[in-house]
């Protein structure tokens, strides 16, 4: 069943019918063909979704009718933030994607030492919008309650202010398995509460520098090794993410 995001609020939306149009009807009508009587999922801005019935179909747009209330819970039990040193080509289009499909909740374009892409900030905006454009559809196709956001570029200095309203501060680095920090990222898996937010650091592919780390680390950021190997720049965050949906959905007993 199709997911759509809507962007108001319906107070009575169980009493009252909820029109659609613009992008949202085309794709209903023009792509998915649908008819009166099929039925989508729909979520408000609240993350409330619930099951809607088409009714009528008009010219330029179409009315449903709320049937009932969706009561399985889509999201990771902790809020994460992914902040991805600016990768090469479509790199960060993908980890927007996928990390979207694996239930992030924030992304973050960091603007690292080692970063060959440099942001034009004239084009900034357009990429951004683009960047919005397919978190929503992969939220729209992972059947999420919750369109994840996406920041604009952060300096260094930016992103150690924003990460002082996070929980717990993660910086993926390799060497760190090196001086016995391997087992950090376990670590802080196992102590994770509900509801808590979590903010995660992957350098672009030449890695963080040393004064990166440091200045991380000296904010209260954790350094971890993500395995044995050496993950590429769009894998590492789709590594974490599955970890932590395995640690915190899968392994949790009934």
Request: glycine share 6%.
């Amino acid at each position: 069943m199709q997911r759509y995001f809507l962007k108001e609020m319906i107070d009575d939306y169980q009493n009252q019918l909820i029109s659609i149009e613009g992008d949202q009807y085309h794709h209903m009508v023009r792509v998915m063909r649908m008819k009166v009587e099929d039925k989508v999922f729909l979520v408000l801005p609240n993350s409330q979704a619930f099951i809607a019935e088409i009714q009528t179909i008009e010219n330029d747009y179409l009315d449903l009718k709320w049937i009932a209330d969706e009561h399985q819970n889509k999201e990771l039990p902790v809020e994460v933030t992914i902040v991805s040193g600016l990768p090469k080509g479509d790199k960060l289009e993908l980890i927007v994607q996928k990390g979207t499909e694996l239930g992030a909740s924030h992304f973050i374009p960091f603007a690292a030492k080692f970063s060959i892409t440099k942001w034009d900030e004239k084009k900034g905006l357009k990429k951004i919008q683009r960047l919005e454009k397919i978190a929503l559809e992969a939220a729209e196709q992972a059947q999420r309650h919750v369109v994840p956001t996406i920041e604009a570029v952060h300096s260094l200095s930016q992103l150690i202010e924003t990460s002082q309203g996070y929980d717990r501060l993660l910086v993926a680095y390799e060497e760190s398995a090196k001086v016995g920090e391997d087992q950090n990222f376990a670590k802080v898996l196992k102590n994770l509460e509900t509801g808590e937010k979590v903010l995660v650091v992957f350098g672009p592919e030449g890695g963080l520098s040393e004064k990166e780390i440091s200045s991380l680390t000296d904010a209260g950021f954790i350094c971890c090794a993500l395995g044995p190997r050496i993950l590429r720049t769009e894998t590492a965050p789709l590594y974490v993410l599955s970890a932590l949906s395995y640690q915190l959905e899968l392994n949790q007993s009934k």
